[in-house]
């Protein structure tokens, strides 16, 4: 899960360095801290799922919670649990992207006329986009880096990681059946 933080702050100095932007520490580094809770859950509710259906898996096959499923039931439940998460995950990335462009573009609305002339003098720029423009910034790159990106390496990581449970468990079980015929 620590991996999409790192992801995303890739993401960030990728984005900084390919438009040319300043790294205005205090505000970007807001944006970053932000990031971090959005991109951790995306990863947590992708993880969450697949071994939720890891979990569905052993009771049909009727294993207890200590064994370990085939590499094979492994990868079928994380290829079911990234296509039942992907629009979840997307959709989020997707609406905090969006809401936060118009923060970081500077669009400015004065309701004050809009309500009583029905003029709602929109500009573009200003005071604000100095302040909260670098944030927005931050968390656009870095969500659409590690958004698909976590998409990718989170789930493959979780197979490594739990292939390498099979593989330690079968040397376990092979020294132990090596002791008893001896």
Known sequence: IFVAIVLSFIGVLFGLVIF????????????????????????IVLIDYTQLLIDRKKQEVGIGEEQLLT????????????????????????????????????LNINFFS???EFDPQIYIG????????????????????????TLVIVPTMFYLLNRAK?????????????????
Not at 72 to 96: F, H, K, S
Not at 166 to 182: C, V
């Open 126 to 149: 200003g005071d604000n986009t100095i302040f909260w423009g670098p944030m927005s910034w931050t968390i656009i790159f870095g969500l659409t880096f590690a958004t698909f990106l």
């Open 20 to 43: 040319q932007m300043d790294f205005v520490v205090i505000m970007t580094m807001m944006g970053i801290i932000s990031l971090a809770g959005i991109v951790v859950n995306n990863a």
């Open 71 to 106: 590499r094979e039931q492994y990868r079928e439940a994380i290829i079911a649990a990234g296509q039942n998460r992907l629009r979840p995950v997307l959709l989020t990335a997707i609406t905090t992207i969006l809401g936060l462009i118009p923060l970081a573009i500077g």
């Open 114 to 116: 809009l309500f009583t």
């Open 166 to 182: 099979i593989r330690f468990s079968d040397d376990k079980r092979l020294k132990e059946s090596m002791k008893e015929a001896a």
